[in-house]
């Protein structure tokens, strides 16, 4: 997590003319990153930094870096690295890594810009009800639930886009039933 980070900081400020100034964030997280370990593994830090410690070759030479390797049961190994990037302005940088929204969180925002009450298709005051855990639905009995319960066990999610009326009636429904 922490090596995932830093390099999105370190691509995204590669066009900046002093990206020289990341090697402070570089050594706040290389310590929170050893005191996070030192914590998990009951050691002191400096026995973290020591044990992880390695060198990569990049096209600028050899760098400094932090790597944890992990062999699962079928001998993949997965290895998890920290540092190892020049800090050295690019004028033509572009982003590798992306938060980019998942296809669920996409589906939602479609949901939402669509601005129809999924339960009687009004368009105003359009609000999202939420449940904590589609499990939770299962509490009312299959031939007596609600209409709103139906549409999310039917589409299972956990939210419905409904308008202001039918979230009132909805919230009014389950403080009577408890």
């Excluded at 370190?10 to 570089?26: C, E, F, M, T």
């Excluded at 079928?74 to 980019?100: E, M, N, Q």
Aim: proline share 4%; hydrophobic share 35%.
């Amino acid at each position: 997590m922490f090596g995932t980070e830093y390099r999105g900081f370190v691509q995204y400020y590669q066009l900046a003319g002093n990206i020289n100034r990341l090697n402070k964030l570089r050594s706040v997280m290389e310590r929170s990153m050893f005191s996070t370990l030192a914590a998990k593994h009951r050691r002191p830090p400096w026995v973290m930094r020591d044990r992880h410690q390695a060198t990569v070759v990049t096209p600028y030479g050899k760098r400094r870096c932090f790597e944890a390797a992990q062999r699962s049961p079928l001998g993949k190994v997965s290895t998890a690295r920290f540092g190892g990037i020049p800090l050295r302005r690019r004028k033509h940088a572009r982003l590798i890594d992306g938060a980019w929204p998942t296809q669920r969180g996409r589906q939602l925002i479609a949901r939402l810009t669509a601005g129809i009450c999924e339960l009687c298709d009004s368009r105003d005051g359009i609000t999202v009800h939420h449940v904590k855990r589609i499990a939770d639905l299962n509490r009312y009995s299959p031939t007596t639930a609600p209409e709103w319960v139906e549409a999310m066990r039917t589409s299972r999610r956990k939210t419905l886009i409904i308008c202001a009326r039918c979230h009132a009636s909805i919230h009014h429904q389950q403080s009577i039933t408890q």
